[in-house]
Every structure is written in C-alpha cells, then in structure tokens.
C-alpha cells in the first residue's frame, strides 16, 4: 500500500492535507533540510501537530533545528524508530499515537527511515566540516593573541 493512501480526515487536518504534508517532509528531507523547503504547511504540522514548540515562526524553528547540524541529528532522532519516537522537546511518545494524526505521524517516521543513515552521513560530514572551520578560527585567534602577547614590553607583561 502506498504511503499516505489510508490517511483520515481529521477534525484540524484533512486526508489531502496531510497527503501534502507527507509530500513537503520528503522533498524537504531529500533536500538536505534547506529552508526553501521547509514549507508554512510543514512546519505548522510539526509545531501543532508533532510535538515541537512553534519558536515563534517558520523561520525562527529552522534556525533552532536545521542551522547547526548536531542540532539536525537531534531533530532526526524524533523520526527514528529505533530511538523510541520520543519528543525531542517533551519527552513523550504521545505525538506518534495520537488518534487523529497517527496516520500522518507514522508516515513521516516510515519516511524518514529510509533516508536516515544516508541524512546522518550528511550531518556528520557538516558537524565535521564545522569543526574544522570553528577551528580555523581558534587558530588565527590564538595567533593574533600570542603576536600581540609576544610584542608587549616585558614591563607590561608584569616582568621587572
């Protein structure tokens, strides 16, 4: 059976709906989570929908969960079956049981199962590349200081 051919209408989410919302998560996911992707439908499925918190806006929840790629590993332990499906934000596995979007919820984790060692691959090799920029710049910090160290007089450097 198709993903997303046994959804139900629900009382704030129609079959259709969440047929598109499956639609956005995998573009989205393929995508490598680029914010041009992370469609108004998609995020308000997930900050009233999945348990996470609105942060404010779309923009403000991409910021929080997609910037920094060990935030991203973060986000996508919510959607790994062999983590619990537990919410990232609260704790709890009522989101994937929820009567009225279980059927949407479900298809976004079975989604994302296929994509997750291929998305984590990704995530790590950003984390790294990160690292090493963040790093970069400690060095060149770390230079100037000591240049800056090594030109003072010994008199202010609390030498004699």
């Not at 348990?51 to 790629?69: I, L, Q, W």
């Not at 919510?78 to 009567?99: A, T, V």
């Not at 060149?140 to 240049?147: A, S």
Request: charged residues 30%.
């Amino acid at each position: 059976m198709k993903a997303g051919s046994q959804f139900k209408d629900a009382r704030f989410m129609s079959a259709q709906e969440k047929r598109r919302v499956l639609g956005c998560w995998v573009k989205f996911l393929e995508g490598g989570f680029e914010a041009r992707l992370f469609t108004a439908a998609l995020y308000e499925h997930l900050s009233q929908r999945a348990a996470f918190v609105a942060h404010y806006d779309r923009a403000g929840f991409h910021a929080v969960y997609f910037t920094d790629p060990s935030d991203t590993q973060r986000f996508l332990d919510q959607f790994d079956r062999s983590k619990g499906c537990r919410s990232i934000e609260y704790g709890d596995i009522g989101w994937i049981n929820d009567e009225d979007y279980r059927d949407i919820n479900n298809a976004l984790v079975d989604a994302a199962t296929e994509m997750i060692p291929g998305l984590r691959r990704m995530l790590r090799e950003r984390e790294i590349a990160k690292a090493r920029q963040e790093l970069g710049q400690a060095e060149g910090r770390l230079k100037q200081l000591l240049e800056a160290h090594d030109a003072e007089p010994e008199t202010k450097r609390g030498g004699a």
